[in-house]
């Protein structure tokens, strides 16, 4: 069993930047893919960044270039680096895990394990 815990989530203001992270198993984020979702209330978890074993990385269209997304194989952790803040961006971000190859990273059913969430809030 993968345990997911993530940190980090806060209140912040427009504009502003935050770094969330997620620690995982032993060895987990450098053998499993790994994608950060997140939920607005009322509204379907989405997509926002995912991390393969080798090291590439995809964004959503609402998030790219504005969020990063990395990987700490020595500390086994997974973090969500988020600049340029926007009202849209609160939520609640998940860390996901999957053991399997991830065809389709955006999908919810590609990932085995995910974490309790953070709350990120963007309001002035």
């Known amino acids: 069993q993968v345990q997911l815990v993530e940190s980090g989530g806060d209140s912040v203001q427009p504009g502003g930047s935050l770094r969330i992270s997620c620690a995982a198993g032993?060895?987990?984020?450098?053998?499993?893919?790994m994608a950060w979702f997140r939920q607005a209330p009322g509204k379907e978890r989405e997509g926002v960044a995912f991390i393969n074993r080798s090291g590439i990385t995809a964004y959503s269209h609402s998030v790219e270039g504005r969020f990063t997304i990395s990987r700490d194989d020595l500390h086994n952790t997974l973090h969500l680096q988020m600049n340029s803040l926007e009202p849209e961006d609160t939520g609640m971000y998940y860390c996901?895990?999957?053991?399997?190859?991830?065809?389709?990273?955006?999908?919810?059913?590609?990932?085995?394990?995910w974490g309790q969430g953070t709350q990120v809030t963007v309001s002035s």
């Open positions: 032993v060895s987990t984020v450098s053998y499993y893919s």
């Open positions: 996901a895990a999957a053991s399997r190859w991830v065809g389709a990273w955006l999908a919810r059913t590609s990932y085995e394990y």
